[in-house]
């Protein structure tokens, strides 16, 4: 017999919409109607966006838009067109309404602009999120980098889809040294590792990429004891740049219409953990990392309803994203948004 279980409303903290830029993809009333479906009430969208989503236009331009049905909170660009040199508008971005800063798919690898951005997002009361890859950088290494300009700034960091156990070892060290440190984990890399798949193709290339059992198991851990909330880094992509091969291909896969069932079935079906617990990595977690501009639209969220019950397939043909670049089709799982 089916259960509904209704919880505060969840925030994905980490999407990308292509809007503007490549419509094709997805635009934010595509996008919004796949994280509706997919039971999110608000989402945080990416400024690796064409033109960069480092002015306060582009941040009015998304929280204006009431015409979807959830809410948008738009981040923004740590440094000016993502390019890593100068550090952008911080305060004017924070007074339009920016849930956090971040140059997502960019690390910004010149230590002293992150210096000066996180000196000025810690006067703001502001988060700083990075993607913690970079050439010449393993995660764990970009990690450290920005954990040593944290411990001199003092501003909150968050780093993004985590996939390493020696970065879930970072934070948690971090954390347990008292320093602002928050990070997510997406559920491609709590289900899927290397050592399961037998043959990589187009939709198992992401940024970052599949890691080890070890490492996966790590995640999952981090995740049961609170250390990780969810973020499903939703990417989507045109065909044409998803079928070329591992090698060649796009990084990143669609993931917001699975994100809740994938994680259900992983964290609480698998790992044992508690409903309440795993539900708290998609609503509460969330809510520390956005910005107090934020506040009142997230108090105003609608609930999340999830129907759990019998096993459910995911058929990728009734997507409402305009991108197919996913590796779920036909996952089986027995807990569903319900709208």
Not at 38 to 60: F, L, Q
Not at 148 to 174: F, N, P, W, Y
Not at 176 to 200: F, Q, R
Not at 279 to 296: D, N
């Amino acid at each position: 017999m089916a259960e509904i279980l209704e919880f505060p409303g969840f925030i994905d903290v980490h999407v990308h919409f292509r809007d503007p830029g490549v419509p094709e993809a997805e635009t934010r009333q595509s996008g919004a109607a796949a994280a509706y479906k997919g039971g999110m009430s608000g989402v945080v969208t990416m400024p690796n966006t064409t033109p960069a989503g480092d002015s306060v236009e582009w941040i009015r331009h998304q929280i204006e838009d009431t015409s979807l049905p959830i809410s948008i909170f738009p981040s923004a660009c740590i440094t000016v067109g993502r390019l890593g040199e100068k550090v952008a508008e911080l305060e004017r971005l924070a007074d339009a309404g920016a849930a956090f800063f971040t140059d997502d798919g960019t690390f910004v690898t010149d230590a002293h602009v992150m210096e000066e951005a996180m000196k000025r997002a810690y006067k703001l009361d502001m988060v700083l999120s990075q993607h913690a890859l970079a050439p010449g950088f393993t995660e764990a290494d970009a990690i450290r980098r920005d954990l040593s300009i944290c411990r001199v700034a003092g501003a909150r960091l968050h780093i993004q889809h985590i996939s390493t156990a020696e970065g879930v070892d970072l934070v948690r060290s971090a954390v347990k040294e008292g320093l602002p440190v928050t990070a997510e984990a997406c559920p491609h890399h709590l289900l899927m590792c290397l050592d399961e798949i037998e043959s990589l193709n187009g939709n198992h290339k992401m940024a970052p990429p599949l890691a080890h059992r070890e490492d996966r198991d790590e995640l999952r851990r981090a995740v049961k004891e609170g250390l990780l909330m969810f973020a499903t880094d939703h990417a989507p992509h045109p065909a044409a740049k998803k079928c070329l091969g591992y090698e060649k291909s796009a990084n990143g896969i669609i993931g917001l219409e699975t994100a809740i069932a994938i994680t259900y079935e992983v964290m609480v079906q698998t790992c044992g953990m508690e409903v309440e617990k795993w539900a708290e990595a998609w609503w509460k977690l969330p809510r520390t990392i956005l910005s107090r501009a934020c506040e009142e639209r997230v108090a105003a969220l609608e609930p999340t309803k999830i129907e759990v019950g019998e096993m459910k397939r995911f058929d990728l043909s009734k997507s409402v994203s305009l991108s197919r670049n996913c590796p779920y089709d036909g996952f089986m799982g027995r807990a569903w948004p319900c709208r």
